[in-house]
DNA sequence: GTCTATAGGATGATAGAC
DNA sequence: GTCTATCATCCTATAGAC
């Protein structure tokens, strides 16, 4: 009896960090780190602003947490992405990088990764963790898969033998992760996203035909 | 007698006026709009916060004056570039694209260009009008440049007449822009920018040898 | 685990003397 | 054109009651 309104209590606390965490991510990505205060972030869950320091210690902790769980998520769908056996064949490889494309879309089109990719996108000037994450966690990682993906594709003989696959893969990158900052942005001021949609898998479609082989 | 006495006040006050902006400038580069202060900026130039309200009515103003002066720069340089007649032959095109290159890499480093692009690229997220210059004074203008020349590249027979120049524009903007952009944040942090600064050129090198005609 | 109360300082902006 | 003085509000964070 006892034990489980002790459980209880703990749960409701439980609720109450992860709705903290929730409130704190909405505001980050609206308003960024130094723009949303913890009056704004308490005032959201309907809490004082001292009980949440019952959870954290200070507001550099609750961002320190959300990056920590963003590293997280990112490496469990890298994780879920690379266990699907690819087995590369001529007729499909236009669908493999389609594939591709539609798994980054999904991965940054859930709520969590958008909006913490709109936070590091926004602290990465100031931030070094930020800028880190960035670069390191996001871009080199992301280019590293294509550049294994262009590079399977040579072997197999479908891409032409010429191009650099390293060099390849930054300009890919570089293409398509501009492409879904500048949808990300545009989703926040509630614009259209179509063209923008568009544009991404006319991409792909303009990248292989100048990419494959014959 | 007088009148000169009234004139070294009125260059005095120019020369505040100026030096609130340069202040703003720099601080707003590091820190971004909301990370500095109207306290942060008259403290760098050595006044005190209520002689910043005898030239601008609102932090507001500041940054707006900061921009307009920016898309004018933009303008004027775009202006310079554009005044240089451009002959297309076979044997200097590779040229002509490093030298494009070359310009956008100069633009983007001088002091003020590199700080307010800087400005813009933080603040692009919550700010409105920032994100307009961005989309608009910045990517959209320099695909367009791209675009016109890649097609006169087209019609002197030197770049493959097949590629689409429009889609291929956006692809090497977000390349380059995309390289522009860490090369930028790597200077602040003042870690090394060679590396990224090779693979610019290197970048231009790769993109030519496959859009080249033969 | 949540509250009231408050500390101690920063913020944007204004009034008015000189 | 610059200053002193000040306002009203916001900020992060803590102490301690319940």
Redesign the pocket.
């Known amino acids: 009896m006892l034990k489980s309104k002790v459980n209880v ?9 992860e709705r903290i965490i929730a409130a704190a991510i909405d505001l980050f990505s609206q308003e960024g780190y ?1 723009g ?5 972030i ?1 005032g959201a869950v ?15 902790e609750i961002i320190e947490i959300i990056y920590a769980s963003f590293k997280n998520a990112l490496a469990l769908e890298r994780q879920a992405h690379e266990s699907i056996p690819t087995v590369i064949k001529p007729y499909d490889s236009y669908l493999l990088l389609q594939n591709n494309l539609i798994f980054l879309k999904k991965m940054f089109d859930k709520p969590f990764m958008r909006k913490v990719y709109r936070v590091i996108s926004m602290e990465r000037y100031r931030d070094k963790q930020a800028f880190e994450i960035m670069s390191y966690d996001i871009y080199q990682s992301i280019a590293a898969t294509h550049e294994i993906m262009f590079k399977k594709m040579i072997a197999a003989g479908i891409m032409k033998p010429l191009l650099d696959p390293d060099i390849l893969s930054i300009e890919y990158t570089y293409a398509v992760m501009g492409i879904f900052g500048d949808y990300n942005i545009l989703k926040y001021y509630e614009k259209s996203t179509t063209a923008i949609e568009d544009l991404m898998f006319e991409y792909v479609k303009f990248f292989w035909d100048r990419v494959k082989n014959i």
Request: glycine share 6%; net charge positive.
């Open positions: 209590q703990e749960k409701r606390g439980q609720d109450t960090k130094t949303a205060s913890i009056r704004d308490t309907g809490i004082k602003e001292s009980s949440l320091y019952h959870y954290f210690s200070s507001k550099q």
